[in-house]
C-alpha cells in the first residue's frame, strides 16, 4: 500500500512492522522496519532536537500500547463463521512524514 503525497511516494508501514528505534545526535532517527523477508532502515532528520525527541517518544508509546492490545486481544482468537457479521477497527499506520 502506498500513499502519494505532493507528488512523493511512500510506503504505509504499520506500528508493529517498526523492529528498532534508533537515535543518531539530536535532530536525526533511523527506524528499522521489518518486511517480509529482510529489514530496511529509513533515516529521517527533525527541524529540532525537541522534535526528534517528541517524534521519538510517540513512536515509543504507539509501540507499547499496540503490543499490550495484541496481547490483550489473544485471549480471543478471530474466527470467521460462514454468513456471519463482522467488525473491524483500523490497523495503526505510520507514514513517513505523518507528524
Not at 25 to 40: G, I, P
Not at 50 to 73: G, P, W, Y
Not at 86 to 91: D, F, G, K
Amino acid at each position: 500500500m502506498t500513499k502519494k503525497l505532493f507528488n512523493v511516494k511512500r510506503k504505509i508501514r504499520t506500528i508493529n512492522s517498526i523492529a528498532k528505534i534508533e537515535k543518531l545526535n539530536s535532530r536525526t532517527f533511523r527506524l528499522e522496519f521489518k518486511e517480509e523477508k529482510e529489514s530496511k532502515a529509513i533515516t529521517y532528520e527533525c527541524m529540532s532536537p525537541d522534535n526528534c525527541s517528541e517524534i521519538i517518544a510517540k513512536l515509543n508509546f504507539l509501540m507499547v500500547r499496540f503490543s499490550l492490545t495484541c496481547q490483550k486481544n489473544q485471549e480471543k482468537p478471530l474466527t470467521l463463521k460462514k454468513n456471519a457479521s463482522m467488525s473491524m477497527t483500523p490497523a495503526t499506520f505510520l507514514s513517513a512524514g505523518g507528524f
